[in-house]
């Protein structure tokens, strides 16, 4: 008797496949979490003679299988989901312990009445030696007259775009999960985490007035005291309290008691709410350069 081909065998395990498929909670794969799937269950399924891309093929024509293709700079990124999934799970599975950050989880967090037009996921890099050599008001005059550095790693989905970026190492301090009005559950940064986020790159987060605005936002949900010990524990390089404690007094929504928090973190430098400022005010208070828009 002749072996069932290859369509045969998988219009036969069809209920099959479409149960387990149906009862997981993962609903993103790429193509190699599909291939162990079918490898784990070919013997069971009886679908030696298929191929992963056959398996890959039949699902998307014949159950609920779809295929997402994102065009990176220099490379093409497959991702398959089952069902109707959020557009936002979706990214996720674009980096494994990824999660949204700057001006989507200002998004998200109901920091900003804006939706931002582009999503930025946020993967932290392995842990690297903090950088040799004392910190000089030399050095940072000239790191915040250059350009800052920007992610390069965009890619366009339907009509948001996508920017991918590689943070410092903190070990996730400060990721946290929601469930979104659609019933998803997302990772993203706390509201603590979020401000410091902003304020280390505003340029990420629709610009300085707009990161000002985040600050007005969040003091009614804001832990001050929380914020400060995330930043000791993150342990920048720059004196990036001086900009929030600076945020935390323009936006006239604080306690002077919270702003103390700051304050009270010793000032050595003379330091810039962000890159390249043209005509810059100067707050004596904080030791600190801002945009004349901010005045």
């Not at 959020?86 to 990214?91: A, F, G, N, P």
Request: contains cysteine; hydrophobic residues 35%; glycine residues 4%.
């Amino acid at each position: 008797m002749a072996r069932p081909k290859a369509d045969d065998r998988l219009a036969i395990s069809k209920e099959d496949i479409e149960s387990l498929f149906d009862g997981m909670e993962q609903k993103c794969f790429d193509l190699k979490a599909i291939t162990k799937i079918l490898d784990e269950k070919r013997t069971y399924w009886r679908l030696d003679n298929v191929s992963r891309f056959k398996f890959i093929d039949f699902l998307i024509e014949k159950a609920k299988l779809n295929k997402v293709i994102f065009e990176f700079p220099n490379r093409s990124v497959a991702r398959y989901t089952w069902g109707d999934v959020s557009k936002y799970k979706l990214m996720l599975s674009l980096k494994p312990k990824s999660f949204f950050s700057h001006y989507s989880a200002m998004y998200f967090n109901n920091l900003t009445n804006q939706v931002p037009k582009t999503i930025y996921l946020n993967h932290e890099q392995t842990p690297k030696p903090r950088p040799k050599g004392k910190l000089t008001q030399e050095k940072i005059d000239f790191a915040f007259q250059c350009k800052t550095r920007l992610s390069n790693t965009v890619v366009k989905y339907n009509d948001t775009n996508i920017r991918v970026l590689n943070s410092m190492h903190t070990g996730d301090l400060g990721v946290t999960e929601i469930e979104t009005a659609d019933g998803f559950t997302i990772r993203l940064t706390n509201i603590e985490r979020t401000l410091i986020d902003i304020t280390v790159r505003p340029e990420y987060s629709g610009g300085p007035v707009e990161a000002l605005s985040a600050f007005k936002n969040a003091a009614e949900k804001v832990s001050i005291n929380k914020l400060v010990s995330m930043l000791k524990k993150i342990n920048y390089v720059y004196p990036y309290h001086q900009a929030i404690g600076f945020y935390l007094e323009k936006s006239e929504a604080y306690r002077e008691s919270q702003i103390n928090l700051l304050s009270k973190i010793k000032i050595k430098h003379k330091f810039y709410l962000m890159h390249q400022i043209k005509q810059p005010k100067y707050s004596s208070r904080w030791k600190l350069f801002f945009p004349e828009g901010l005045a």
